[in-house]
């Protein structure tokens, strides 16, 4: 199995949408942009929110595997994906990519 790096890209609030129909809420994603974790096995990373992987979870364990060009073309590098969390509020788009394990120098 390949190891697949997840990286935050980038975090989205919608404000007008939070104020129409959400709920107050004290704490929501502690996600930074740019903050990354790995995926051995095509397991869910430690750390990684829950809800965020439950998006991805697919996509990572075919890269995981081998597997890629997803939707036939869709992502310039075919052993990548760009999943955002379902948080419609504020969503976190996560660029999901296969990793070397020893990268030629």
Same mark, same amino acid.
């Given at each position: 199995?390949?190891?697949?790096?997840?990286?935050?890209?980038?975090?989205?609030?919608? @404000?007008?949408? !939070?104020?129409?129909?959400?709920?107050?809420?004290?704490?929501?994603?502690?996600? /930074?942009?740019?903050? /990354?974790?790995?995926?051995?096995?095509?397991?869910?990373?430690?750390?990684?929110? /829950?809800?965020?992987?439950?998006? !991805?979870?697919?996509?990572?364990?075919?890269?995981? @595997? $081998?597997? $890629?060009?997803?939707?036939?073309?869709?992502?310039?590098?075919?052993?990548?994906?760009?999943?955002?969390?379902?948080?419609?509020?504020?969503?976190? /788009?996560?660029?999901?990519?296969?990793?070397?394990?020893?990268?030629?120098?």
């Amino acid at each position: 199995m390949k190891k697949v790096r997840i990286t935050a890209i980038r975090r989205t609030q919608y @404000n007008d949408l !939070m104020a129409r129909y959400e709920n107050p809420i004290e704490h929501s994603c502690d996600v /930074s942009e740019g903050q /990354s974790w790995i995926s051995v096995d095509g397991l869910c990373p430690v750390g990684l929110c /829950s809800e965020a992987w439950k998006t !991805m979870k697919e996509f990572v364990e075919a890269l995981a @595997n $081998g597997k $890629g060009n997803f939707y036939d073309g869709w992502m310039k590098n075919p052993n990548s994906a760009m999943i955002s969390c379902n948080d419609g509020f504020r969503p976190v /788009s996560f660029y999901v990519e296969t990793i070397e394990e020893n990268p030629v120098v």
